[in-house]
């Protein structure tokens, strides 16, 4: 066993043992603090139906609605934590990019929230032994026997992430700034799950995007024809600038990756209105505008030119305003 993977379980044995020595205070604390513990009487539903309250599933359990952490441990086997060791403990158990990956999803929730007439408390689930996949969401963490056992409950499921997903997309975005971006995504309006799949599409599509632009006689100059593509910087620009933002509001609307590159295609094309944009690090930027039926709003694509005969897409927009 190297050294690494020794000062890992010894943490982990560490901060498991003063779990356990300190069960009855740490439940003390948490119900002095945060006043959410609760005897809930009643039978489970089996399933999570929309707009359907989930109820614990035996009766006389105790309810702690405090941050949670449900993983499995080698050697121990599956064990809850609650509070302040969440994402300590996340550190060492997840694999790298799950881990980079939920600390900064995670951090962007909202500690607490109100679903169905209950309160909820932000929580992580770790889904197999190996700490490669993940579920966000609200819950709480529900004691039996005397408290010697600990289940956490996810009521409202916000996001499930694999170490592939994460993977997927590394080109693009780091674990941290992919975990940070769908949070605010969500946050904004989006199903989390819905927004991860259009960036997944987006990044095994955009590579081979290829568009001609047909040249233009412009006051800022004359641009010859040539082919257009996306790069790895232009494919981050267009994915946040496409599900950071509010639904309805200067985006545009929930289409698939590949409907949404047919429509920057169709734009660079066929464009009603091509103008002289900013220049930036030298280079003189063009604005094609072209309103797309498909969408119903017009679709703004900017781009620049990187060598003779080829340019690059910088961005796509939706416009908010009469400016284009």
């Not at 509070?83 to 909202?110: D, M, N, R």
């Not at 003189?284 to 797309?292: G, K, T």
Request: hydrophobic share 40%; charged share 25%.
């Amino acid at each position: 066993m190297g050294w690494k993977r020794f000062l890992v379980l010894t943490l982990v044995l560490l901060f498991f043992g003063m779990m356990v020595s300190g069960a009855s205070a740490t439940a003390s604390f948490v119900n002095a603090t945060v006043n959410s513990t609760a005897t809930l009487p009643g039978d489970p539903s089996p399933e999570k139906r929309p707009g359907g309250e989930i109820q614990p599933e035996n009766v006389g359990a105790e309810i702690v609605v405090e941050k949670f952490f449900g993983t499995f441990v080698p050697g121990i086997g599956w064990v809850v934590f609650i509070s302040g060791v969440v994402l300590a403990i996340s550190k060492y158990l997840y694999s790298k990019p799950v881990s980079e990956f939920t600390e900064a999803f995670y951090k962007e929730l909202p500690d607490r929230i109100s679903y169905n007439g209950q309160e909820l408390a932000k929580g992580i689930e770790n889904k197999n032994r190996w700490g490669t996949k993940v579920e966000i969401g609200y819950g709480y963490v529900k004691k039996k026997w005397f408290g010697l056992k600990k289940e956490t409950v996810i009521v409202k499921s916000v996001i499930t992430i694999t170490r592939d997903e994460v993977k997927a997309v590394e080109d693009l975005f780091s674990p941290k700034e992919y975990g940070k971006l769908l949070a605010q995504a969500y946050l904004n309006g989006w199903d989390a799950n819905d927004a991860k799949k259009l960036a997944e599409e987006f990044d095994k599509q955009y590579r081979g995007f290829r568009a001609y632009f047909n040249g233009a006689n412009l006051d800022c100059g004359v641009f010859e024809g040539g082919d257009v593509i996306i790069d790895a910087k232009g494919a981050n620009h267009i994915i946040v600038n496409h599900i950071k933002k509010k639904p309805g509001k200067d985006q545009f609307t929930h289409i698939s990756a590949v409907d949404l590159l047919n429509e920057l295609g169709k734009t660079i094309e066929n464009p009603y209105k091509t103008t002289c944009g900013d220049i930036v690090n030298g280079k003189q930027r063009i604005v094609l505008v072209r309103y797309s039926p498909k969408l119903g709003k017009k679709v703004v694509v900017v781009i620049e030119r990187i060598k003779w005969g080829m340019y690059r897409i910088v961005t796509a927009f939706p416009p908010s305003s009469g400016r284009y």
